[in-house]
T-cell receptor, first 117, second 116 residues
Framework: AQSVTQLGSHVSVSEGALVLLRCNYSSSVPPYLFWYVQYPNQGLQLLLKYTTGATLVKGINGFEAEFKKSETSFHLTKPSAHMSDAAEYFCAVTGGRRGGSNYKLTFGKGTLLTVNP | DTEVTQTPKHLVMGMTNKKSLKCEQHMGHRAMYWYKQKAKKPPELMFVYSYEKLSINESVPSRFSPECPNSSLLNLHLHALQPEDSALYLC???????????????FGSGTRLTVV
């Protein structure tokens, strides 16, 4: 079974400041990890994903995340926040094996990012 | 075409009505999903279709009835809903059933459903 904990339901930063959204996971198998962004009244857009290989993953819109197995973490960062980054961000995990029951994305509760001018 | 298209975008229905939500993708994905998202909550999985067959039903009440007429189309038929069923209903697809991790889910923009 997998679970995700997102620390901080609301993060507020100034425009141009570092964005750091925290995600810790629990998984009984090697995890595949995702970050999704959801703008108001929209669906979910994939920002980035970690499956295997390089632990530093770069995504769209300047975001990146680092998989740290020893810390069971997958924190999302962006060096400089932009007003357009204001949205809800979801971390998600699924089992890292083909087949079986790894169809299911388990989401964290989400972090609302606000960007102040 | 790299999109999942959902219609309608908004739907208001009475508790005695019958309505349907539609989801379409032309990416050749063979797994399709329905998720329900309440306000300020993460999405919750409802159904999984694998090669046009229902493979997972996450204990969803029978007033929700999914249908997959072909590999590109997924419907969700609604009947006798309750006000607490009001939510954003999201459709998603992935290339291969059981392997969403390798290719990722593609989500639609959702249908905002209000039951009155």
């Amino acid at each position: 079974a997998q679970s995700v904990t997102q620390l901080g339901s609301h993060v507020s930063v100034s425009e141009g400041a570092l964005v750091l959204l925290r995600c810790n996971y629990s998984s009984s198998v090697p995890p595949y990890l995702f970050w999704y962004v959801q703008y108001p009244n929209q669906g979910l857009q994939l920002l980035l994903k970690y499956t295997t290989g390089a632990t530093l993953v770069k995504g769209i819109n300047g975001f990146e995340a680092e998989f740290k197995k020893s810390e069971t973490s997958f924190h999302l960062t962006k060096p400089s926040a932009h007003m357009s980054d204001a949205a809800e961000y979801f971390c998600a995990v699924t089992g890292g094996r083909r087949g079986g029951s790894n169809y299911k994305l388990t989401f964290g509760k989400g972090t609302l990012l606000t960007v102040n001018p | 075409d790299t999109e999942v298209t959902q219609t309608p975008k908004h739907l208001v229905m009475g508790m005695t009505n019958k309505k349907s939500l539609k989801c379409e993708q032309h990416m050749g994905h063979r797994a399709m999903y329905w998720y329900k998202q309440k306000a300020k909550k993460p999405p919750e999985l409802m159904f999984v279709y694998s090669y046009e067959k229902l493979s997972i039903n996450e204990s969803v009440p029978s007033r929700f009835s999914p249908e997959c007429p072909n590999s590109s189309l997924l419907n969700l038929h609604l009947h006798a809903l309750q006000p607490e069923d009001s939510a954003l209903y999201l459709c998603a697809s992935s290339r291969q059933p059981g392997s969403p991790a390798n290719y990722g889910y593609t989500f639609g923009s959702g249908t905002r459903l209000t039951v009155v």
